[in-house]
């Protein structure tokens, strides 16, 4: 589980990075790569990381316009920049879920292969999360990931029955690459 966890914190777009300013006593979140506008506490729900003397440092809300970052409080200033960890779709986190140690790391080396990341996931339909765990199951879960450059499918072909666990990962980029990957 924590190799899963060093790899997830580590996935190239896995971020929103932006800038925040203090807008008519609201703290608004400037996303840096769309421009778009949000109320800070909407899109904050328990830890972020603040930009504090170059680097990256996990930061808390404490009271209203004061944060805690190392136990420290740190009064918020326009201008700072924050970094928010992006949330997975529920059905595709399920789904990641679902999947081995071993299964999970091939995915995760395929995706790298294109120059994807688990948080590149734009759809995915997950029939496995539907099927009841204590009969065997079988199927195929479609997912669709988008790395701004190319649209990858993924069509995901597993069998569960007990004694045996098997995923296949074909994928499948705009471009026609194609790769297939057995676990």
Known sequence: ???RYHIMRNQPRSYTVGNIECINEEW??????SDEASLLWEIVEDDFEILYNNHWLPARFYENDTLK??????????????RIRKKL???????LKELSDSSFSTLTKALGRFDYSLY???YCHNILFFQPASAPR??????????????CSL?????????MSKDIFEFTRADG???????
């Open 138 to 151: 079988q199927g195929v879960n479609f997912i669709v990931y988008d790395n701004g450059d190319y649209v």
């Open 28 to 33: 608004i979140f400037f996303d840096e790569e």
């Open 177 to 183: 690459q194609m790769y297939k990957a057995d676990c």
């Open 89 to 95: 779709q529920t059905g595709y986190e399920e789904w």
């Open 69 to 82: 970052i190392e136990n420290e409080p740190h009064p918020l200033e326009s201008g700072e920049m924050v």
């Open 155 to 163: 069509h995901h072909r597993y069998i569960r029955d007990g004694e």
């Open 120 to 122: 590149d996931c734009i």
């Open 1 to 3: 589980m924590k190799h």
